[in-house]
């Protein structure tokens, strides 16, 4: 199957899928409409068009450059540099970028007989940040769901074990979040 054939039969029988704007590379990529659309279209990826290997979901954070006041700046002392590590400096708004308060989602599934990818984008809106769980489909989904919602407080509907994953439970907040401020915690020096 070539990636014009996917994008025909894709179009054909999803119409709930739009090809992005943003491709990824030259992979065929697709924007969801709907958070809602997410479990229909990955069962008929899997079950109809042999899409059975779940690469990774990941997320992109949209809000804006960094808070400086998530990020430790105090320079941090190396015996290799005789004057020590110097501090960072935090980037401000990066010319061209379109910020808005949402989250985008990128799933990316594989037909590996095919050898050709799909890419699934998404997004939805910071507040209350949710969309479904596809752990159902995929066992995969189970720890890289575990991981968004960790690190970016997206929350997963019907995952069987949303929990932290690899940030200790006393950390406040997630750390990959635009307004992440850091919180003191029991490893930070006086």
């Not at 809106?125 to 949710?130: G, H, W």
Request: proline share 8%; no cysteine; hydrophobic share 40%.
């Amino acid at each position: 199957m070539t990636q014009e054939e996917l994008l025909s039969r894709l179009s054909a029988q999803l119409p709930q899928l739009e090809k992005s704007a943003v491709g990824v590379k030259d992979y065929v990529t697709m924007r969801l409409k709907s958070a809602s659309d997410l479990p229909v279209v990955a069962e008929i990826l899997k079950n109809e068009l042999g899409f059975d290997y779940f690469e990774i979901v990941s997320a992109t954070d949209w809000l804006g450059p960094v808070k400086p006041e998530g990020y430790i700046r105090n320079p941090n002392p190396n015996v290799f540099l005789p004057e020590g590590a110097t501090p960072q400096n935090m980037p401000g708004a990066t010319p061209g970028v379109h910020y808005r308060p949402v989250f985008e989602l990128l799933w990316v599934l594989a037909n590996i007989k095919e050898k050709i990818r799909v890419f699934l984008r998404l997004e939805i809106p910071r507040d209350n940040a949710e969309a479904p769980s596809l752990t159902g489909l995929f066992k995969a989904a189970d720890w890289q769901e575990r991981e968004v919602f960790d690190l970016m407080g997206i929350r997963f509907a019907g995952h069987p074990n949303l929990i932290k994953i690899l940030t200790p439970d006393f950390t406040v907040g997630h750390p990959l979040r635009k307004d992440y401020v850091h919180v003191k915690d029991k490893y930070d020096e006086d």
